[in-house]
């Protein structure tokens, strides 16, 4: 059974930095692209990040560019979301997201796994 765990959100003002991690099992890792999307309340799921089962290329949302930088590590089956000048904004549910190669582009309802989320909070 494929789990996706993720941890490390919080609540940090704003300006500040928080490090995602998603713990991935049950699927050949490195054979995934992951991802982040995010939802915030009364507002629809929103991509943040992807990053391909080879690391080779990434996408970020406009909203998260130069701010946000995902990464993987395929020994540890962990795709990470470094966070970095946080803004109230960005206060959200984090879900981490797998999908096999990427064949879709990472489509939402092309999402083969997803993980509970992650609460993240910026205070102004």
């Known amino acids: 059974q494929v789990q996706l765990v993720e941890s490390g959100g919080g609540l940090v003002q704003a300006g500040g930095s928080l490090r995602l991690s998603c713990a991935a099992s049950g699927l050949t890792f490195s054979s995934y692209a992951m991802g982040w999307f995010r939802q915030a309340p009364g507002k629809e799921r929103e991509f943040v990040a992807y990053i391909s089962w080879s690391a080779a290329t990434t996408y970020y949302a406009d909203s998260v560019k130069g701010r946000f930088t995902i990464s993987r590590d395929n020994a540890k089956n962990t795709v990470y979301l470094q966070m970095n000048s946080l803004k109230p904004e960005d206060t959200a549910v984090y879900c981490c997201?797998?999908?096999?190669?990427?064949?879709?582009?990472?489509?939402?309802?092309?999402?083969?796994?997803w993980g509970q989320g992650t609460q993240v909070t910026v205070s102004s």
């Open positions: 997201a797998a999908e096999y190669r990427g064949v879709t582009g990472f489509r939402p309802e092309a999402i083969d796994s």
